[in-house]
């Protein structure tokens, strides 16, 4: 069973960052595109920011550009989601996905073309 788990969660006050990380355990995961969603209280989930298997292509949520960075070490098999200038709504348990084919050079936004997820990490920013 693939496992995915996310780490760097936490309270911070608004305008403050935090560095979320996404440790897989099967090395296969280095070849996948991996993105970051987030659900808030009463919300559907919604994408964040994607990256394909090497790194080479990113994609952002409106609300995360400029603001969020999402990148990988595919030696420690890991995902990271950089996040500055953070506002309260941006409150919400994050989750990690991994996408199902390997060596995509697109990624996608789309939470079906993710068949794993980690269990989620809490996000709260106080204003």
């Known amino acids: 069973q693939v496992q995915m788990v996310e780490s760097g969660g936490g309270l911070v006050q608004a305008g403050g960052s935090l560095r979320l990380s996404c440790a897989a355990s099967e090395r296969t995961f280095s070849s996948r595109s991996m993105a970051w969603f987030r659900q808030a209280p009463g919300n559907e989930r919604e994408f964040v920011a994607a990256?394909?298997?090497?790194?080479?292509?990113?994609y952002y949520a409106d609300s995360a550009k400029g603001r969020f960075t999402i990148s990988r070490d595919n030696a420690k098999i890991t995902v990271y989601l950089q996040m500055n200038s953070l506002k309260p709504e941006d409150t919400a348990v994050y989750y990690c996905?991994?996408?199902?084919?390997?060596?995509?050079?697109?990624?996608?936004?789309?939470?079906?073309?993710?068949?794993?997820w980690g269990q989620g990490t809490q996000v709260t920013v106080s204003s």
């Open positions: 996905a991994a996408g199902l084919k390997l060596y995509e050079n697109t990624v996608s936004v789309t939470i079906r073309q993710y068949p794993f």
């Open positions: 990256i394909n298997w090497s790194g080479g292509s990113t």
